[in-house]
């Protein structure tokens, strides 16, 4: 009964913002590592940030860094990806995935790393 739901996306234009959310349930949030993931058509899915299940470890891809911030309210089962700048490159689904792990360097941002993935909420960004 794990459920794990994005959302947030939208059609922006380049320069503007969106905050995305995601709900966790069947887990234990709190004892959760969370990560933001994104997927573009044709392109591998990429890791963007994750956070540790406390909040305090973040990790960020060079291309969201200074731009994206994440965040957790463990009170209110949820994660929050803050996206600021946007750019069209930044065009993609974005996924919300869960774990029992670790966010933490080089590693962090591997999908493998996280076996609990919501369907995903479409960010486009227009130029």
């Known amino acids: 009964q794990v459920q794990v739901v994005e959302s947030g996306g939208g059609l922006v234009q380049a320069g503007e913002s969106l905050r995305l959310s995601c709900t966790v349930s069947?887990?234990?949030?709190?004892?959760?590592?969370m990560g933001w993931f994104r997927q573009a058509p044709g392109k591998e899915r990429e890791g963007v940030s994750c956070?540790?299940?406390?909040?305090?470890?973040?990790y960020y891809s060079d291309s969201v860094k200074g731009r994206f911030t994440i965040s957790r309210d463990n009170a209110k089962n949820t994660l929050y990806l803050q996206m600021n700048g946007l750019k069209p490159e930044d065009t993609a689904m974005y996924y919300c995935?869960?774990?029992?792990?670790?966010?933490?360097?080089?590693?962090?941002?591997?999908?493998?790393?996280?076996?609990?993935w919501g369907q995903g909420t479409q960010v486009t960004v227009s130029s």
């Open positions: 995935a869960a774990d029992y792990a670790i966010c933490s360097g080089a590693n962090a941002l591997l999908p493998r790393n996280f076996n609990y």
């Open positions: 069947g887990l234990t949030f709190a004892n959760l590592a």
């Open positions: 956070i540790s299940w406390n909040g305090g470890s973040t």
